[in-house]
T-cell receptor
């Protein structure tokens, strides 16, 4: 059974650019959630996808968007990057209503 | 916004001692989960306790939940240097439209000295 994987591991972007982060779910999981973790803070919920539909969203602006594919993998897109978007981005997969299993994260630096 | 508040923010102990971390939260919950994070990498799920449970054990971990006080504690017994990490509580809030939206605290940094 493979765990949750994320790519890339690290990424450096310039303010105003756009970025796409990718997540592969653990086998058998149909739900993916994305979190943003700023340095020294706990993760904050961005949104969740269940069977390719957005199933809840945290307090993030529309320039944060996502997709879930038929194989339950997922993408997080961030447009018009700001310096404050620098963070560790974590995805987690689960069966619906079960504990979430996190990937290793993508560290995004915006300069 | 952070729902949980963890106490203490940092804890330093010797190997073999017990470590206790506390978490308080504000709203009704479906369940509360504890996670460990090493060096700013991915979170490792430790234990989930449901709102109708009061205590749960897993190996050297013991979690309690008091829904009347909206608080939980994580006890790690006989700690090891490998337990050095940040520990987070996360609540799955009841009444929300998205089951599985976790709200995390700011974490407790545990250092276990050999």
């Amino acid at each position: 059974e493979t765990g949750v994987t994320q790519s890339p591991t690290h990424l450096i972007k310039t303010r105003g650019q756009q970025v796409t982060l990718r997540c592969s779910s653990q086998s058998g999981h149909n739900t993916v959630s994305w979190y943003q973790q700023a340095l020294g803070q706990g993760p904050q919920f961005i949104f969740q996808y269940y069977r390719e539909e957005e199933n809840g969203r945290g307090n993030f602006p529309p320039r944060f968007s996502g997709l879930q594919f038929p194989n339950y993998s997922s993408e997080l897109n961030v447009n018009a990057l700001e310096l404050d978007d620098s963070a560790l981005y974590l995805c987690a997969s689960s069966q619906r209503w079960s504990e979430q299993y996190f990937g290793p994260g993508t560290r995004l630096t915006v300069t | 916004s952070q729902q949980g508040e963890e106490d203490p923010q940092a804890l330093s102990i010797q190997e073999g001692e017990n470590a206790t971390m506390n978490c308080s939260y504000k709203t009704s919950i479906n369940n509360l989960q504890w996670y460990r994070q090493n060096s700013g990498r991915g979170l490792v799920h430790l234990i989930l306790i449901r709102s109708n449970e009061r205590e749960k054990h897993s190996g050297r971990l013991r979690v309690t939940l008091d829904t009347s006080k909206k608080s939980s504690s994580l006890l790690i017994t006989a700690s090891r240097a490998a337990d050095t990490a940040s520990y987070f509580c996360a609540t799955d809030d009841a009444g929300g439209t998205s089951y599985g939206k976790l709200t995390f605290g700011q974490g407790t940094i545990l250092t276990v000295h050999p």
